[in-house]
Nanobody
Framework: QVQLVESGGGSVQAGGSLRLSCAASGYTIRNYSMGWFRQAPGKERDGVAA????????YYADSVKGRFTISQDNAENTLYLQMNSLKPEDTAMYYC??????????????????????WGQGTQVTVSS
């Protein structure tokens, strides 16, 4: 049974940092595309960052480029999202998700191109000004 469990959320002041974790069980994350999404109250869910090919190709939303870093520890079977220079607009519930890897040559322009079959329950991030 595939499970994704997020942790690491919390409340921080603007400019602070958090590291989110997504512990996977029931499958091996290096064989899957993995991504982080977020949803603020009253807003649509947005893709934040993803690792989506066996070669480790990365995607970042423009709003987080240079501030967030996605990574994975295959030995721990865990996905991470290091979030630095946090802003109040980063406040949201953050979810991790998994789906099939894309071909090595493929480059996504949005995370909607990922077919994500498995989702975690989310972890709340609140950034105060």
């Amino acid at each position: 049974q595939v499970q994704l469990v997020e942790s690491g959320g919390g409340s921080v002041q603007a400019g602070g940092s958090l590291r989110l974790s997504c512990a996977a069980s029931g499958y091996t994350i290096r064989n899957y595309s993995m991504g982080w999404f977020r949803q603020a109250p009253g807003k649509e869910r947005d893709g934040v960052a993803a690792i989506y090919t066996r070669g480790g190709r990365l995607y970042y939303a423009d709003s987080v480029k240079g501030r967030f870093t996605i990574s994975q520890d295959n030995a721990e079977n865990t996905l991470y999202l290091q979030m630095n220079s946090l802003k109040p607009e980063d406040t949201a519930m953050y979810y991790c998700a998994a789906g099939p890897l894309l071909h090595l040559s493929y480059t996504i322009t949005t995370m909607e191109e990922l077919e994500l079959d498995y989702w975690g329950q989310g972890t709340q991030v609140t950034v105060s000004s």
